[in-house]
């Protein structure tokens, strides 16, 4: 399959990339800096920061799917709005792409009807990023596109890929310890592997150990 990865260059745009090449994807790997990619002859690395439709939908026209793996300032999470109408827009006129995106942990349950968000256990810090992504996910609810939208458990980190981990719907996927994590790397397989073999189009779902 023919996929363009934008964040490319970001903890979890990385692992998607080494994953869509494991697996003998062509990749178009998009971020504003591509300089890390250089060593990369394998994908075609493009600039784009995602500020024009018309660009950005040159770019991803003849793909087969798009990954958004955006990360918008610390200081201006909002940011991450304008960007996911433009994808959508620029989706519809690349030819409709299916469009997958890089999702937040703050929207999920943690128990019946109540998100992490409302819990009262995200810390501050993480609370702008959080309603952001819960904003963008209702865009994307309210677009006729083909998304999906996955969100990693509570800490998304760094660590090996073991290939195990576990998928929910809108609760927050947690171990028997109440411990939510899971790495770039495994979250990785599980985005790749609804690329290959769709289970949630125009849906939302979970990831965690």
Do not use: C
């Amino acid at each position: 399959m023919n996929v363009v990865v934008y964040g490319a260059t970001g903890n979890s745009g990385k692992e998607i990339v080494k994953e869509l090449l494991a697996r003998g994807h062509k990749v178009t790997a998009v971020a504003r800096k591509v300089d890390s990619l250089e060593g990369m002859p394998e994908v075609t690395a493009v600039v784009d920061d995602l500020s024009n439709v018309d660009k950005t939908a040159e770019i991803i026209k003849g793909s087969d799917a798009v990954v958004s793996a955006y990360a918008p300032p610390a200081g201006d999470t909002d940011a991450l709005l304008g960007v996911t109408e433009r994808q959508i827009a620029a989706v519809k006129k690349a030819g409709e792409p299916r469009l997958l995106v890089v999702g937040g942990a703050g929207l999920l349950e943690v128990a019946p009807g109540v998100t992490l968000i409302k819990s009262g256990y995200l810390p501050a810090e993480y609370l702008p990023i959080a309603t952001s992504h819960e904003k963008a996910l209702g865009i994307l609810r309210g677009s006729d596109i083909n998304w999906t939208y996955l969100s990693p458990a509570a800490f998304f980190v760094q660590g090996e890929r073991t290939g195990t981990f576990r998928l929910g719907m809108k609760e927050l996927v947690a171990d028997a310890k109440g411990e939510s994590r899971i790495s770039f790397a495994d979250y990785a397989i599980a985005l790749v592997d609804e690329i290959e073999k769709p289970q949630h189009e125009r849906a939302s779902f979970s990831v965690g150990y």
